[in-house]
Each structure stands twice: as structure tokens, then as C-alpha cells.
């Protein structure tokens, strides 16, 4: 089983609709979760941290399922300018001065159309 | 304005000889990285450095070599000896090494594409 899997999609959705990615870690002492966005050719960018709590950033909200292991990216009223590719991003604990693994999935394509 | 930057975007290379990508930052970051990317995958570790003169191995360091001489620069070489080494190479940098803080942002270059002949 892959560290950190997502749906590859791609996910083909109109202007204006509510789209949902979810992102499962298999390992349980997994310790921050982010939601990165990367355009066509582009390197990735921060979409957004992801809390224990959820959190919502304007038309995205990211949530958080310890319990299931998994995260998710719920975007809504989709707009042209969200088609890219959405990569969550796990951490494992660090310890001492030891790094903190940081797992990223392959990417799930979203792609709005008028 | 403080960034990353990799040079070249392009780079094509002849299959035996080594390259070296460049990556400088002014972000006055402690930690640095490089991944490479595949079609269809998701980012990949190559190498990591906590501070100066101090780097480690990460998830696939085979055939690639680095040396971090100063905090604002991070060269990956890419030896004959890496098998695949057609991909796209991302350098990012962060405040400190990831792991030690949710909000540990790691920014990304542009990227360098590299293409073996």
C-alpha cells in the first residue's frame, strides 16, 4: 500500500460546481497534513494546512479524519482558474534533529469547464 | 523580492554525462531540498539539507551527489550513474527542516526539466 494515495482523477467538473478530493496515509503517527497546488509545468504552492479541527479558507475546506486516515479538499462554486493538479502532503513526527518525512501523493487532476 | 530560483528550465544532457542544476534562495531559509517528479507521481526525495555543510540522503539519492557550501545555495548533481534521470527536478527551502512546526512551509523553484539524449 502507497505511504499517501489520491484519486488521479482526472475530475472534469462545469463552473460553478462543488468538487471533493480525498487523500488516504497509511502510517498512523502521520503528524501535519497540507493540501499543495501545482499548475500545468509549474512547481507546486501551498493551497492550505490542514487542522485537526478543519478550517476553511474562502471557497476550499480541508478536513481531517485521524480515525480513518484520511484527508479531504471539498472546493466550492469552482471557478476556470481552480483547474490544476491538487497534491496532499503528509509528515511524519520528527524527532531530535531528525527530519520529518514529508510523503507526497501523485496528484488528483481537477479540470473546470465553461 | 525573495524567492528560489533554478537554472536552467531546460536542460538536455547526453546519456553518461554528469549535469549539476543550480538552486539559490534569499529567503534567509536554514533547510533545503530537492525532489524530482514523473509523470503521474507525486514529488520524491533526493536529498535534504538542515545547514551548511550539512546534508543528508532522502528516498532515492542513488546516482545524484550535493553539496550545500553555502545557506543559499543547493546544487544537485546528477551522475552518469543515476539510471533515469529524465525528469523534472524541483529545489524548495524551508524556515527549518520540516516536521518541526504544522506551519513549516516548504517553497518550491520553477523547476528544471532535465532530458537525456
Known amino acids: 500500500r502507497k505511504e499517501v494515495e489520491q484519486d488521479p482523477g482526472p475530475f472534469n467538473v462545469p463552473e460553478g460546481a462543488t468538487v471533493a478530493f480525498n487523500c488516504t496515509y497509511s502510517n498512523s503517527a502521520s503528524q501535519s497534513f497540507f493540501w499543495y497546488r501545482q499548475d500545468c509545468r509549474k512547481e507546486p504552492k501551498l493551497l492550505m494546512s490542514v487542522y485537526s479541527s478543519g478550517n476553511e479558507d474562502g471557497r476550499f475546506t480541508a478536513q481531517l479524519n485521524r480515525a480513518s486516515q484520511y484527508i479531504s479538499l471539498l472546493i466550492r462554486d469552482s471557478k476556470l482558474s481552480d483547474s490544476a493538479t491538487y497534491l496532499c502532503v503528509v509528515i511524519l513526527n520528527a524527532g531530535g534533529t531528525s527530519y520529518g518525512k514529508l510523503t507526497f501523493g501523485q496528484g488528483t487532476i481537477l479540470t473546470v469547464h465553461p | 523580492d525573495g524567492g528560489i530560483t533554478q537554472s536552467p528550465k531546460y536542460l538536455f544532457r547526453k546519456e553518461g554525462q554528469n549535469v549539476t542544476l543550480s538552486c539559490e534562495q534569499n529567503?534567509?531559509?536554514?533547510?533545503m531540498y530537492w525532489y524530482r517528479q514523473d509523470p503521474g507521481q507525486g514529488l520524491r526525495l533526493i536529498y535534504y539539507?538542515?545547514?551548511?555543510?550539512?546534508?543528508q540522503k532522502g528516498d532515492i539519492a542513488e546516482g545524484y551527489s550535493v553539496s550545500r557550501e553555502k545557506k543559499e545555495s543547493f546544487p544537485l548533481t546528477v551522475t552518469s550513474a543515476q539510471k533515469n534521470p529524465t525528469a523534472f527536478y524541483l529545489c524548495a527551502s524551508s524556515i527549518g527542516l520540516a516536521g518541526f512546526s504544522s506551519y513549516n512551509e516548504q517553497f518550491f523553484g520553477p523547476g528544471t526539466r532535465l532530458t537525456v539524449l
Open positions: 529567503l534567509n531559509h536554514d533547510a
Open positions: 539539507s538542515q545547514i551548511v555543510n550539512d546534508f
